[in-house]
């Protein structure tokens, strides 16, 4: 489970951002490598830009010094280290405590933990790099590149770190704007799938923060929405090439099928949490309370899509980029989804 898992007590801005990017697979998949042959790490882009957003092949870095010889520890003090310096001293200093603050903090700290990691876990770094490289990850790049050049959202600036980390509690996620990483090895995630779409997923949620701003408080609702508004515009993003199902947490069509068949009564049982502000509730942690025991799911994803789903049935003429701006209220109310579904 994430450290970004609903803690909504935290400071308004924050606490949403942290538990709202937990972008989570828990299934690995075996793919085939694309066709025309990998890319070498030699060759992958060192960073990339989306609008405002920087996000630094950080990883790229960890795996050409550790299989260099002799090991260039200032490569990862300059690369890795301090060209995202707020992400390790003030995220996960912070998120791990006092006891391992050392290792993000300081150029030593940094060096051994990293030849550390290659040395402890080298195969599983190897076939991560290597699957990334086989499935041309660098072109999908290319197309969130080029896609969000297409879009006309207003983008906040921020920076996020695709890295191989010591410590993966924050899985897809991060404190701040400036502060966010992708843990590579991370192994709650599908990292082919959550290259693809769990990037656009967790730009909208950056997008969405800026659009809203801050509030006292978040309910479970909040988030619910919250997450179905990403989730709705990764299969947007994606101009119909994806399934809804897919978009949300990859299900399967017959994922899908399981919610929407119980659909009424998830909304009737879930109901009373909706203004919960605990972030410990039936409808945002189902594996602990199981009162869907038979859920492929998280509750609060597959919720949150179907509220705004039916907004933007409701309202036509509305688009996803409309909503990144209404305060979760509003659109709750103004979808009519309570409407549409009892029955």
């Avoid at 086989?134 to 600036?157: C, E, G, N, W």
């Avoid at 502060?179 to 909208?204: M, R």
């Avoid at 309910?219 to 993003?237: K, P, R, S, T």
């Avoid at 909304?267 to 942690?285: A, E, H, V």
């Amino acid at each position: 489970m994430s450290i970004l898992r609903p803690t909504l007590l935290l400071l308004p801005l924050l606490g949403l951002l942290l538990a709202a990017c937990d972008f989570k697979v828990d299934r690995q998949t075996t793919t085939e490598p694309a066709p025309g042959g990998s890319t070498t790490l030699e060759q992958f882009s060192d960073s990339f830009t989306l609008g405002n957003i920087t996000v630094y092949n950080s990883f790229r870095e960890q795996m050409l010094v550790n299989r260099a010889m002799p090991f260039d520890t200032q490569r990862i003090v300059d690369n890795v280290y301090r060209r995202h310096q707020s992400l390790w001293e003030e995220c996960y200093a912070m998120a791990f405590g006092p006891g391992n603050a050392y290792m993000f903090t300081t150029d030593t700290g940094m060096v051994n933990w990293n030849e550390g990691l290659y040395r402890d876990q080298r195969s599983i770094l190897d076939s991560i790099t290597t699957l990334i490289l086989s499935q041309q990850v660098d072109t999908m790049f290319d197309y969130h590149v080029t896609r969000f050049k297409t879009l006309d959202y207003v983008i906040p600036a921020a920076r996020i770190s695709l890295a191989f980390t010591p410590l993966t509690r924050i899985g897809f996620g991060g404190c701040s704007n400036d502060q966010f990483v992708y843990e590579l090895n991370n192994p709650s995630y599908d990292v082919a799938y959550t290259l693809k779409a769990g990037i656009p997923h967790e730009l909208f949620h950056i997008i969405n923060a800026g659009a809203i701003g801050e509030a006292k408080q978040f309910q479970a609702i909040d988030l619910a929405i919250n997450e179905g508004l990403a989730c709705y515009f990764v299969w947007d993003y994606f101009q119909g090439s994806m399934p809804k199902h897919e978009a949300v947490e990859e299900m399967s069509a017959a994922d899908w099928a399981y919610y929407l068949d119980h659909e009424e009564e998830i909304y009737q049982r879930m109901k009373p949490y909706f203004d919960d502000s605990t972030g410990d509730n039936p409808l945002l942690n189902n594996e602990r309370y199981r009162t869907f025991p038979d859920a492929p799911r998280s509750l609060y994803y597959w919720l949150g899509f179907r509220i705004v789903e039916s907004y933007l049935t409701t309202n036509p003429g509305t688009t996803i980029k409309d909503l990144s701006a209404v305060p979760y209220a509003q659109l709750l109310t103004g979808s009519n989804y309570e409407g549409r579904i009892l029955r």
